[in-house]
Nanobody, 124 residues
């Protein structure tokens, strides 16, 4: 089981900010593909931001310029800084990775296969 521990969710008024963090295994190589997804009520999950390498960051058009994804090598976290939040940003946010430790063995997947439990973000 790949453990991804998410934190930082909560309620905020429109225009406010939140910072989400996802703690991952310290062994995770620097080039491992990771991302933040979200799922709003009644909608399918969508990719919000992706981190492949320090020079390969991608964002959904709806959050570009407002959200910033980063990886903290010291804290072993994948972070998502969310500024200028809008009501349509309300969703459950998930940390996703392509590889991790399962049953004591490092496992590599070709796509996003491992998901966190999710953290709720509510913008009013």
């Amino acid at each position: 089981h790949v453990q991804l521990v998410e934190s930082g969710g909560g309620s905020v008024q429109a225009g406010g900010s939140l910072r989400l963090s996802c703690a991952f295994d310290a062994y995770t190589p620097a080039n491992v593909r990771m991302a933040w997804f979200r799922q709003a009520p009644g909608k399918e999950r969508e990719e919000v931001a992706r981190w492949d390498n320090g020079d390969r960051l991608t964002y959904a058009e709806s959050v570009k310029g407002r959200f910033t994804i980063s990886r903290d090598s010291r804290k072993n976290t994948l972070d998502l800084q969310m500024n200028s939040l809008k009501r349509e940003d309300t969703a459950t946010y998930y940390c996703v990775t392509s590889q991790g430790r399962c049953d004591g063995r490092w496992t590599v997947a070709s796509n996003f296969a491992y998901w966190g439990q999710g953290t709720q973000v509510t913008v009013s």
